[in-house]
T-cell receptor, first 113, second 111 residues
Framework: ETGVTQSPTHLIKTRGQQVTLRCSSQSGHNTVSWYQQALGQGPQFIFQYYREEENGRGNFPPRFSGLQFPNYSSELNVNALELDDSALYLC????????????FGPGTRLTVT | KQEVTQIPAALSVPEGENLVLNCSFTDSAIYNLQWFRQDPGKGLTSLLLIQSSQREQTSGRLNASLDKSSGRSTLYIAASQPGDSATYLCAVSGSARQLTFGSGTQLTVLP
Protein backbone atom coordinates (compact mmCIF):
# COMPACT_ATOMS: atom_id res chain seq x y z
CA GLU A 1 0.00 0.00 0.00
CA THR A 2 1.34 3.40 -1.02
CA GLY A 3 -1.02 5.51 1.07
CA VAL A 4 -2.34 7.16 -2.10
CA THR A 5 -6.03 6.69 -2.83
CA GLN A 6 -8.14 7.57 -5.87
CA SER A 7 -11.85 7.79 -6.49
CA PRO A 8 -13.89 6.61 -8.16
CA THR A 9 -12.46 3.27 -9.25
CA HIS A 10 -14.41 3.16 -12.48
CA LEU A 11 -16.43 5.76 -14.35
CA ILE A 12 -18.45 5.79 -17.55
CA LYS A 13 -19.20 9.11 -19.24
CA THR A 14 -20.66 10.25 -22.54
CA ARG A 15 -18.72 12.25 -25.13
CA GLY A 16 -18.99 15.97 -24.44
CA GLN A 17 -19.54 15.59 -20.70
CA GLN A 18 -17.23 16.76 -17.93
CA VAL A 19 -15.57 14.57 -15.30
CA THR A 20 -13.74 15.10 -12.01
CA LEU A 21 -11.32 12.53 -10.66
CA ARG A 22 -9.98 12.69 -7.12
CA CYS A 23 -6.73 11.74 -5.44
CA SER A 24 -5.63 11.74 -1.82
CA SER A 25 -1.87 11.94 -1.40
CA GLN A 26 0.36 10.65 1.33
CA SER A 27 0.42 12.98 4.30
CA GLY A 28 3.28 15.45 3.98
CA HIS A 29 3.66 15.02 0.22
CA ASN A 30 3.35 18.48 -1.32
CA THR A 31 3.69 17.38 -4.94
CA VAL A 32 1.09 15.51 -6.95
CA SER A 33 1.35 14.40 -10.55
CA TRP A 34 -1.33 13.04 -12.86
CA TYR A 35 -0.78 10.54 -15.65
CA GLN A 36 -2.96 9.10 -18.40
CA GLN A 37 -2.41 5.50 -19.45
CA ALA A 38 -4.10 4.32 -22.62
CA LEU A 39 -4.50 0.59 -23.14
CA GLY A 40 -1.23 -1.11 -23.98
CA GLN A 41 0.90 1.99 -23.44
CA GLY A 42 2.98 3.49 -20.68
CA PRO A 43 1.57 6.34 -18.60
CA GLN A 44 1.83 9.83 -20.09
CA PHE A 45 2.45 12.86 -17.89
CA ILE A 46 -0.51 15.27 -17.77
CA PHE A 47 0.59 17.85 -15.20
CA GLN A 48 2.06 18.34 -11.77
CA TYR A 49 1.03 20.49 -8.83
CA TYR A 50 3.35 21.75 -6.12
CA ARG A 51 1.95 23.64 -3.15
CA GLU A 52 -1.35 24.18 -4.97
CA GLU A 53 0.23 25.70 -8.10
CA GLU A 54 0.64 23.99 -11.48
CA ASN A 55 4.32 23.17 -11.81
CA GLY A 56 4.63 21.58 -15.22
CA ARG A 57 2.37 20.25 -17.94
CA GLY A 58 2.73 17.57 -20.56
CA ASN A 59 1.30 17.61 -24.05
CA PHE A 60 -2.36 17.80 -23.03
CA PRO A 61 -4.92 20.46 -24.04
CA PRO A 62 -6.32 23.06 -21.62
CA ARG A 63 -9.55 21.09 -21.18
CA PHE A 64 -7.46 18.99 -18.79
CA SER A 65 -7.15 21.01 -15.60
CA GLY A 66 -6.40 20.36 -11.97
CA LEU A 67 -6.55 21.57 -8.43
CA GLN A 68 -4.51 20.76 -5.36
CA PHE A 69 -5.77 21.46 -1.84
CA PRO A 70 -3.93 22.07 1.43
CA ASN A 71 -5.22 18.79 2.89
CA TYR A 72 -3.11 16.72 0.40
CA SER A 73 -6.07 16.03 -1.87
CA SER A 74 -6.24 16.93 -5.53
CA GLU A 75 -8.54 16.80 -8.54
CA LEU A 76 -8.21 16.22 -12.25
CA ASN A 77 -10.97 17.80 -14.32
CA VAL A 78 -11.58 16.99 -17.96
CA ASN A 79 -14.07 19.03 -19.98
CA ALA A 80 -15.69 18.18 -23.31
CA LEU A 81 -14.80 14.51 -23.08
CA GLU A 82 -13.65 12.74 -26.22
CA LEU A 83 -13.60 9.02 -26.97
CA ASP A 84 -9.78 9.07 -26.85
CA ASP A 85 -9.92 10.21 -23.23
CA SER A 86 -10.84 6.65 -22.30
CA ALA A 87 -7.89 5.49 -20.20
CA LEU A 88 -6.59 4.68 -16.74
CA TYR A 89 -5.82 7.89 -14.86
CA LEU A 90 -3.12 7.65 -12.23
CA CYS A 91 -2.05 10.12 -9.60
CA UNK A 92 1.30 10.04 -7.86
CA UNK A 93 2.45 11.91 -4.79
CA UNK A 94 5.96 12.77 -3.69
CA UNK A 95 8.06 15.19 -1.74
CA UNK A 96 9.32 18.17 -3.65
CA UNK A 97 12.74 17.05 -4.75
CA UNK A 98 13.31 15.35 -8.09
CA UNK A 99 15.24 12.55 -6.37
CA UNK A 100 12.21 11.56 -4.36
CA UNK A 101 10.23 8.47 -5.21
CA UNK A 102 6.74 8.92 -6.60
CA UNK A 103 4.00 6.83 -4.99
CA PHE A 104 1.11 5.86 -7.22
CA GLY A 105 -2.54 5.37 -6.45
CA PRO A 106 -4.59 2.47 -7.88
CA GLY A 107 -6.00 4.60 -10.68
CA THR A 108 -9.43 5.51 -12.04
CA ARG A 109 -10.62 3.72 -15.18
CA LEU A 110 -12.54 6.21 -17.34
CA THR A 111 -14.61 5.00 -20.25
CA VAL A 112 -16.07 7.56 -22.66
CA THR A 113 -18.88 6.33 -24.90
CA LYS B 1 12.72 15.46 -25.13
CA GLN B 2 13.29 12.33 -23.08
CA GLU B 3 12.30 9.04 -24.71
CA VAL B 4 12.25 5.67 -22.99
CA THR B 5 12.30 2.38 -24.85
CA GLN B 6 11.75 -1.09 -23.42
CA ILE B 7 12.81 -4.28 -25.12
CA PRO B 8 11.33 -6.80 -25.56
CA ALA B 9 7.68 -5.74 -25.70
CA ALA B 10 6.63 -9.21 -24.60
CA LEU B 11 8.43 -12.19 -23.14
CA SER B 12 7.31 -15.70 -22.28
CA VAL B 13 9.54 -17.98 -20.21
CA PRO B 14 9.18 -21.27 -18.34
CA GLU B 15 9.08 -21.15 -14.56
CA GLY B 16 12.49 -21.10 -12.88
CA GLU B 17 14.34 -19.21 -15.60
CA ASN B 18 16.43 -16.15 -14.89
CA LEU B 19 15.54 -13.26 -17.16
CA VAL B 20 16.58 -9.74 -18.06
CA LEU B 21 14.36 -6.84 -19.08
CA ASN B 22 15.93 -3.88 -20.84
CA CYS B 23 15.24 -0.16 -20.68
CA SER B 24 17.00 2.62 -22.56
CA PHE B 25 16.61 6.39 -22.37
CA THR B 26 17.84 9.17 -24.63
CA ASP B 27 18.75 11.93 -22.15
CA SER B 28 21.26 10.93 -19.48
CA ALA B 29 20.42 13.96 -17.30
CA ILE B 30 18.16 12.03 -14.94
CA TYR B 31 17.68 12.14 -11.20
CA ASN B 32 16.51 8.59 -10.79
CA LEU B 33 15.04 5.58 -12.53
CA GLN B 34 12.18 3.46 -11.23
CA TRP B 35 11.00 0.01 -12.18
CA PHE B 36 7.30 -0.70 -11.71
CA ARG B 37 5.09 -3.73 -11.97
CA GLN B 38 1.54 -3.47 -13.29
CA ASP B 39 -1.03 -6.23 -13.15
CA PRO B 40 -3.86 -6.14 -15.72
CA GLY B 41 -6.25 -3.25 -15.08
CA LYS B 42 -4.42 -2.23 -11.93
CA GLY B 43 -2.20 0.62 -10.77
CA LEU B 44 1.59 0.68 -10.53
CA THR B 45 3.61 -1.11 -7.87
CA SER B 46 7.09 0.31 -7.37
CA LEU B 47 9.75 -2.39 -7.41
CA LEU B 48 13.07 -0.57 -7.30
CA LEU B 49 14.30 3.01 -7.35
CA ILE B 50 17.85 3.76 -8.44
CA GLN B 51 19.25 7.23 -7.83
CA SER B 52 21.45 8.66 -10.58
CA SER B 53 24.55 8.26 -8.39
CA GLN B 54 23.89 4.55 -7.85
CA ARG B 55 24.79 1.62 -10.09
CA GLU B 56 22.30 -0.96 -8.85
CA GLN B 57 19.60 -1.84 -6.37
CA THR B 58 18.45 -5.22 -5.13
CA SER B 59 15.23 -6.43 -3.59
CA GLY B 60 14.73 -10.15 -3.09
CA ARG B 61 14.91 -11.87 -6.48
CA LEU B 62 15.08 -8.55 -8.31
CA ASN B 63 18.19 -6.63 -9.24
CA ALA B 64 18.19 -3.42 -11.24
CA SER B 65 21.28 -1.80 -12.72
CA LEU B 66 21.78 1.67 -14.12
CA ASP B 67 24.38 2.91 -16.59
CA LYS B 68 23.52 6.58 -16.86
CA SER B 69 26.25 7.46 -19.34
CA SER B 70 25.01 4.93 -21.87
CA GLY B 71 21.34 5.54 -21.06
CA ARG B 72 20.55 1.96 -20.07
CA SER B 73 19.00 0.03 -17.22
CA THR B 74 18.29 -3.66 -16.79
CA LEU B 75 15.94 -5.48 -14.46
CA TYR B 76 17.13 -8.97 -13.60
CA ILE B 77 14.58 -11.44 -12.21
CA ALA B 78 16.01 -14.60 -10.72
CA ALA B 79 14.20 -17.93 -10.57
CA SER B 80 11.02 -16.61 -12.19
CA GLN B 81 7.62 -17.74 -10.88
CA PRO B 82 4.12 -17.67 -12.44
CA GLY B 83 3.25 -14.92 -9.93
CA ASP B 84 5.84 -12.71 -11.64
CA SER B 85 3.59 -12.53 -14.71
CA ALA B 86 2.75 -8.85 -15.23
CA THR B 87 3.80 -5.82 -17.26
CA TYR B 88 7.05 -4.24 -16.14
CA LEU B 89 7.54 -0.52 -16.73
CA CYS B 90 10.62 1.61 -16.33
CA ALA B 91 10.45 5.35 -15.84
CA VAL B 92 13.05 8.11 -15.54
CA SER B 93 12.77 11.33 -13.58
CA GLY B 94 14.46 14.52 -14.74
CA SER B 95 14.71 18.05 -13.41
CA ALA B 96 11.04 18.70 -14.17
CA ARG B 97 10.16 15.93 -11.70
CA GLN B 98 7.84 14.30 -14.20
CA LEU B 99 8.30 10.63 -14.93
CA THR B 100 8.80 9.53 -18.52
CA PHE B 101 7.72 5.92 -19.00
CA GLY B 102 8.52 3.24 -21.48
CA SER B 103 5.72 1.18 -23.02
CA GLY B 104 6.52 -1.79 -20.84
CA THR B 105 7.49 -5.44 -21.20
CA GLN B 106 4.64 -7.92 -20.80
CA LEU B 107 6.06 -10.94 -18.99
CA THR B 108 4.41 -14.36 -18.87
CA VAL B 109 5.96 -17.07 -16.72
CA LEU B 110 4.63 -20.49 -17.65
CA PRO B 111 4.17 -23.13 -14.94
Amino acid sequence: ETGVTQSPTHLIKTRGQQVTLRCSSQSGHNTVSWYQQALGQGPQFIFQYYREEENGRGNFPPRFSGLQFPNYSSELNVNALELDDSALYLCASSLAHSRDEQYFGPGTRLTVT
Amino acid sequence: KQEVTQIPAALSVPEGENLVLNCSFTDSAIYNLQWFRQDPGKGLTSLLLIQSSQREQTSGRLNASLDKSSGRSTLYIAASQPGDSATYLCAVSGSARQLTFGSGTQLTVLP
